[in-house]
């Protein structure tokens, strides 16, 4: 079964650092375009950062500089380190799998474009003191 | 701007049609995709490219483009629909954008 498990939530005090990690089931972490988005309770859904599978990044203005994305191919795992925490970076952290490359009537389309068909189940940060 | 706007609620008559729209610069050339999401749960992709479903999406979930809007129609609302919606494309930057969100009450 194609799946993805998100791990590593916590609670953690504004300014502290933790590191979320993403396991899939079925496919590889570094064959495919993967992305964080978080929840804020009651809120919506908020892209925080991707990874293509050529290893480029990309970050939302809202933790740029602050939180970084990665992937361990050996260990076949996701990573978000988040440092320097707010209490607006509390949220639910879902990880996410653009689906893969694909054609249809408009053409052929690759990663990037933030067709999300796999998530997990998410993991929850609470920043409070 | 790099934003996505969507209506916050949208109510339908069961087994009626309803049409949930997106609004963006970022659609003028990049598509949106669409996603269910239901409470307590991760979202799910609905739509996705110029109008795709993913396996085990019913096919009265379809959509459409046009400028700077995206369109998510329900072809015969069921019970089973009432949820959050929402829209995300990229833009030029290579960043993604989701929109506010839309809540279906089925009627």
């Known amino acids: 079964e194609v799946q993805l498990v998100e791990s590593g939530g916590d609670l953690i005090q504004p300014g502290g650092s933790l590191r979320l990690s993403c396991a899939p089931s079925?496919?590889?972490?570094?064959?495919?375009?993967m992305s964080w988005v978080r929840q804020a309770p009651g809120k919506g859904l908020e892209w925080v950062s991707l990874i293509y599978s050529g290893g480029s990044t990309y970050y939302a203005d809202s933790v740029k500089g602050r939180f970084t994305i990665s992937r361990d191919t050996s260990k076949n795992t996701l990573y978000l380190q988040m440092n320097s925490v707010r209490a607006e970076d509390t949220a639910v952290y879902y990880c996410?799998?653009?689906?893969?490359?694909?054609?249809?009537?408009?053409?052929?389309?690759?990663?990037?474009?933030?067709?999300?068909?796999?998530w997990g189940q998410g993991t929850m940060v609470t920043v409070s003191s | 701007s790099s934003e996505l706007t969507q209506d916050p609620a949208v109510s339908v008559a069961l087994g009626q049609t309803v049409r949930i729209t997106c609004q963006g610069d970022s659609l003028r050339s990049y598509f949106a995709s669409w996603y269910q999401q239901k409470p307590g749960q991760a979202p799910v992709l609905v739509i996705y490219?110029?109008?795709n479903r993913p396996s085990g999406i019913p096919d009265r979930f379809s959509g459409s483009s046009s400028g700077n809007t995206a369109s998510l129609t329900i072809t015969g609302a069921q019970a089973e629909d009432e949820a959050d919606y929402y829209c995300?494309?990229?833009?030029?930057?290579?960043?993604?954008?989701f929109g506010g969100g839309t809540k279906l009450t089925v009627l």
């Open positions: 079925g496919f590889t972490v570094s064959g495919n375009y």
């Open positions: 995300n494309s990229r833009d030029s930057s290579g960043n993604v954008l």
């Open positions: 490219g110029k109008n």
């Open positions: 996410a799998r653009d689906h893969p490359p694909y054609y249809d009537s408009s053409g052929y389309h690759t990663g990037g474009n933030g067709a999300f068909d796999i």
